[in-house]
């Protein structure tokens, strides 16, 4: 008696196959996806900005002022001394930094608060990528 087996397994020709469509999809999707990058770490920037601008008014709102220059982004994980109201669970789980891992810098200059991130290089200035992010970038 003959047994008959089963071939399993896959060609040459369908292996390679197989690896031309992906090699093909690969050269058309990746550009698209790999120049969204800057454009998506800008985006959540701007998202930052806005939602550190918002925890500072809802400080100013519960203590009467917003925090100082040298107070800063801190003001919103912890008291600081002067503040007499200050939301026991915080304004911010945590220090935020920016999508290239640099810390938010704040100013207030007794009028405007001012909330920016430095980009991509970390230095102030630039273009494209580099170029910094402020809370006056916020459209509405």
Do not use: C
Request: proline share 6%.
């Amino acid at each position: 008696m003959r047994r008959l087996t089963a071939q399993v397994g896959f060609t040459l020709i369908e292996i390679m196959v197989v690896v031309f469509i992906l090699g093909l999809l690969v050269t058309l999707v990746a550009p698209r996806i790999i120049g969204r990058t800057d454009q998506a770490r800008h985006t959540k920037a701007l998202a930052d900005i806005k939602a550190i601008e918002e925890a500072m008014h809802m400080f100013k709102l519960d203590n009467g002022f917003y925090p100082s220059t040298s107070e800063g982004i801190a003001a919103l994980v912890s008291p600081p001394p002067r503040a007499r109201n200050f939301n026991p669970d915080g304004y911010l789980p945590q220090m935020p930094k920016d999508p290239w891992d640099h810390d938010y810098i704040y100013s207030f200059d007794g009028r405007d608060i001012h909330i920016w991130s430095l980009g991509a290089d970390g230095v102030e200035g630039g273009e494209g990528a580099n170029a910094d992010i402020t809370n006056f970038d916020q459209t509405g």
